[in-house]
């Protein structure tokens, strides 16, 4: 079983490094891991895609919380919600094949920001089927290099994934 | 008026009413021992290793239930606390840790004793700084005893590096904390309180299962309360011990792997676990058996992440285990339940002791029973001694049997009754240790005198690693590896040698005596008692048919 996390958490140093710590301490599975700053330059939020059954992502949640840098942990139920992961394609582009490639990333409303000779880098933004789907339909072209953002969600409608005020 | 920050550091421990420091200094936490050196309120007890002024803060802390505070230099200084640190951290014991850091601005290049202490002791802490802005240094110390204190108590630790423990700042003391990410919750939901009751009011055989949260709550009276109002039997976990009376009719003695058969038969065989501030370690839920799977549990936690995270429970409630147990009380309804009380009083097992010299483990806690009736406080090292101990002395108070439980830490007693003893200066304290685990920390024994303290030492020596030696039998068939010692010291001389006295029994008659001399002693005392390495404690049951060793379930 999947589950996005939300973690709002103090922008300080070292943070980042207690959150992977605990995963790894406690033998928990993180999928993907994305974090930046929010609108507040107080607090990060991290996007937090983990692996496990009910009791393991249970406890992941509660002992996230223990953190005294973690300000808030919700979950991302993934039918309210939209989620959206950013990838950066490198691919083998023989003179012959240029036309087809480009034809894929249209297809895909993918963007070409990088030509040389022989390579282009595409850039996708989607949820993660879409990604994989790219991906896999550029593989037989040669995929030199591939880097991808980890997911970043957020909850449909009105609904928002706040600091508790103090 | 402008300070230092490690001024101010000395200033903030005063404003928290620390009245003694542990610790040990070194060149980059000398500008804290300067601050110390000009300060006359905080008394510095100098151990004789950092390890060592963890573990008495630590059993300073579990008899004052204030926080306890160690000082340590950077690198080595700063690992050496790592074990007491761990060991605070897995009995949940609520220490502050200082240790000095090389300069800010030369963190990372490897410098001469630089480690990162932050970095290290992350999974052990409660929470831990790495000061990098003098000014932060009141904010963060007023911040580091809020968090090792309330909630699950924890140790924190602040690394102060040198160059900004010189920088100065000016000094005021914050008078809150504001964190956001830091909200213990303290009142149990009243929902969940109400089912509780009900499950309470209604169950036939149910016991109570006590941790150590029962003693860091203070909840020890209401927990009585609940007892004797409900007529429920009440064991105890390791870290449990001194919750409840040991003389009280209700109480069934220990439960776990070491545990007393009949106390974990009530487990296994109730139709209700109250089960109040305990982490359902392995060490616990090995001697039941495992659940039976009609048990219905009810766990009591200020730690949410505690409950569902060994056992699945069917009643959650997170509080305060005091605030909690007296909502409760307000609603529980009194019973009598001697069908099941008769039932366990028949589980009694009778304990017997195999392969024992001219002295059994027995009569000698027995004995120290009869001439202390539990006014006392008690500290174990880990080891047979210590299991012993948490079987047959039967204690009255809480805060008064201090043991490394999580952890098991080997070296812990000695230091942690320096600590204890600072704590409670009136109240006779005893070490009990075995060869193997005193021989860890003996250099403590300078602090002992050094302090003028009176510190009782009952050391169990078998001329090896009896528990060890016991799961070796178990498991690797008698092959015993490592377990026994080529060579000891004369331990009565070892401790003469500090200015100790000491006494060594070898016999069963000279017990009386000797732990008589041993209490009326006023300075410290060492009493040696020279066991077999085969000394093994097993409790029968039921017209001698089953025999339970009390590592039977081990490993």
């Known amino acids: 079983m999947k589950a996005t996390l939300a973690v709002l958490v103090e922008n300080h140093p070292g943070v980042l490094s207690r959150v992977a710590g605990l995963f790894a301490r406690r033998g928990f599975n993180i999928e993907s891991l994305a974090v930046g700053p929010t609108d507040n330059p107080e607090i990060s939020r991290m996007t937090i895609v983990v692996d496990g059954d009910e009791r393991v992502i249970e406890q992941i949640k509660k002992q996230l919380n223990k953190l005294v840098d973690v300000i808030k942990v919700s979950f991302i139920e993934p039918e309210n919600s939209v989620s959206r992961e950013l990838v950066m394609i490198k691919v083998n582009t023989e003179p ?71 | ?85 761990a060991t605070a951290y897995m009995d949940s014991i609520p220490i502050v840790a200082i240790t000095g850091q090389v300069p800010l601005s030369q963190i990372g290049g490897d410098m001469f004793q630089e480690v990162d202490i932050t970095g290290a002791t992350a999974p052990f802490t409660k929470h831990n700084y790495l000061v990098k802005n003098a000014g932060d240094v009141p904010r963060i110390v007023k911040e580091a005893f809020h968090i090792a204190s309330t909630g699950r108590p924890g140790p924190v630790l602040i690394d102060l590096p040198r160059d900004v423990a010189r920088k100065k700042i000016d000094f005021t003391y914050p008078e809150e904390v504001s964190l956001k990410g830091y909200k213990p919750t303290l009142e149990g939901h009243p929902l969940q309180i109400i089912k509780a009751v009900e499950a309470i009011n209604s169950a036939k055989r149910p016991v109570i299962l006590a941790g150590g949260g029962v003693i860091s709550s203070g909840a020890h009276d209401e927990l009585m309360r609940l007892a004797e109002t409900a007529d429920i039997p009440v064991t105890v976990s390791l870290m449990g011990i001194g919750s409840f009376p040991g003389e009280h ?32 370690n392995d060490r616990l839920t090995g001697g039941a058996g495992g659940f039976n799977k009609n048990t219905k549990i009810i766990h009591v936690d200020v730690d949410p992440a505690e409950i569902g995270k060994n056992v699945k429970v069917d009643i959650p409630i997170v509080g305060d285990i005091k605030n909690v147990l007296r909502e409760l009380l307000k609603r529980i309804e009194k019973r009598s339940r001697k069908d099941w009380k008769d039932y ?40 047979a001694h210590q299991m012993w101990t948490a079987r047959y002395y039967k204690f009255k108070h809480p805060r008064s049997f201090i043991t490394s439980g999580g952890l098991g830490t080997m070296g812990y007693g000695l230091p942690a009754a320096i600590g204890a003893k600072i704590a409670n200066p009136n109240k006779q304290v005893i070490h009990i240790t075995g060869d193997g685990s005193f021989q860890m920390n003996f250099a403590e024994l300078a602090t002992l005198r ?62 009386e005596e000797a732990i008589s001399t041993m209490l009326k002693e006023e300075g410290s005392f060492l009493l040696e008692c020279r066991l077999t390495i085969e000394a093994r404690v097993k409790s029968l049951i039921k017209e001698g048919k089953t025999y339970e060793s009390h590592a039977g379930s081990l490993g």
């Open chain 2, 344 to 383: 366990l009083e028949g589980l009694k097992g009778e304990d017997v002791v195999e392969g024992c010299g001219d002295i059994s483990p027995l009569d000698i806690i027995g004995e120290l029973y009869e001439q202390t009736r539990g006014e006392l406080i008690i500290t174990t090292d880990v080891g």
């Open chain 2, 249 to 280: 009719p209700l109480f069934l003695g220990m439960a776990g792997t070491h545990g007393m058969p009949r106390a974990n038969a009530a487990l296994k065989e109730s139709d209700l676990v109250i089960a109040l501030g305990c982490r359902f």
């Open chain 2, 450 to 511: 050094e302090n003028d303290l009176s510190v009782k030492i009952i050391l169990f020596n078998n001329r090896g690693l009896g528990l060890v030696k016991e799961l070796q039998d178990i498991h690797c068939g008698g092959r015993y590896s490592q377990v026994h010692f080529g060579f000891l010291p004369d331990f009565v001389k070892l401790s003469e040698s500090y200015g100790i006295k000491a006494l060594r029994v070898e016999s069963k008659k000279e017990l």
């Open chain 2, 1 to 85: 008026m402008r300070i230092t920050a490690a001024e101010a550091l000395v200033r903030c421990l005063e404003e928290e009413k620390v009245e003694v420091v542990f610790g040990y200094p070194g060149g980059a936490v000398l500008e804290v021992y300067d601050a110390l050196y000009f300060n006359k309120k905080i008394k510095h007890v100098l151990t004789r290793s950092e390890q060592a002024a963890a573990h008495a803060a630590s059993g300073y802390a579990r008899v004052s239930g204030k926080v306890g505070v160690c000082i340590a230099t950077s690198g080595p200084g700063a690992t050496n606390l790592v074990t007491g640190i």
């Open chain 1, 96 to 166: 012959e094949k240029r036309s087809e490639i480009i034809g894929i990333a249209e297809i895909f409303r993918a963007n070409i920001i990088d030509v040389s000779r022989d390579s282009m880098i595409i850039e996708l933004t989607g949820d993660k089927d879409k990604v994989n789907a790219m991906e896999e339909i550029l593989r037989p072209f040669g995929i030199k290099e591939l880097v991808r953002t980890g997911i970043i969600a957020m909850n449909r409608g009105s609904k928002c994934i706040e600091s508790p005020e103090q």
